[in-house]
T-cell receptor, first 118, second 110 residues
């Protein structure tokens, strides 16, 4: 089955640091990647939709200058949390799909990144 | 905002029993998907059911979809301790956007 690799799995850093999270599709072309945020015992909240070669579309309430998304190739999207603060601590999950067949195929999820800002 | 509402929020059963989780949604959908999440991990896709389908099976899983009632259910038969996880329904609209329900935490006791 399709595999999505997300790295790193865990990050602990000081307040003010910028953190980059990578999401790679390993065996298929991901025309679209999605970034989610999940708080403990809660559901996934979509942050932004990333299409290869174009600007990301952010959900209402998500600061685009805070959460920089780049989708430079069909296999890689990155999320950079800029100048992270303790309130940015969360579980971030990416997913990928080939939008040309989204109606028939599920999204494939990475294993998530646990971000802890001290 | 989360479109899907799931119930129950938590379900605790004994191994061998069946587990049923329900999901309701508000807007029109292209398809509905069920995912499983083990604690601290990513999501694993279980079943995708299209809006023109009413029922789908995969191993011990059975999913139903009632578009007139805007609801879906996931049945896990003969549950095992390894089925312990959170289960989420997610609706997909005509633009491909996935919206997750609040999830059901399933605990299967050996």
């Amino acid at each position: 089955g399709a595999v999505v690799s997300q790295h790193p799995s865990r990050v602990i850093c000081k307040s003010g640091t910028s953190v980059k999270i990578e999401c790679r599709s390993l065996d298929f072309q991901a025309t679209t990647m999605f970034w989610y945020r999940q708080f403990p015992k809660q559901s996934l909240m979509l942050m932004a939709t990333s299409n290869e070669g174009s600007k990301a579309t952010y959900e209402q309430g998500v600061e685009k200058d805070k959460f920089l998304i780049n989708h430079a190739s069909l296999t890689l999207s990155t999320l950079t949390v800029t100048s992270a603060h303790p309130e940015d601590s969360s579980f971030y999950i990416c997913s990928a799909t080939d939008f040309r067949d989204w109606g028939n195929q599920p999204q494939h999820f990475g294993d998530g990144t646990r971000l802890s800002i001290l | 905002s989360q479109q899907g509402e799931e119930d129950p929020q938590a379900l605790s059963i004994q191994e061998g029993e069946n587990a049923t989780m329900n999901c309701s949604y508000k807007t029109s959908i292209n398809n509905l998907q069920w995912y499983r999440q083990n604690s601290g991990r990513g999501l694993v896709h279980l079943i995708l059911i299209r809006s023109n389908e009413r029922e789908k099976h995969s191993g011990r899983l059975r999913v139903t979809l009632d578009t007139s009632k805007k609801s879906s259910s996931l049945l896990i038969t003969a549950s095992r301790a390894a089925d312990t996880a959170s289960y989420f329904c997610a609706t997909v609209n005509s633009y491909g956007k996935l919206t997750f329900g609040q999830g059901t935490i399933l605990t299967v006791h050996p």
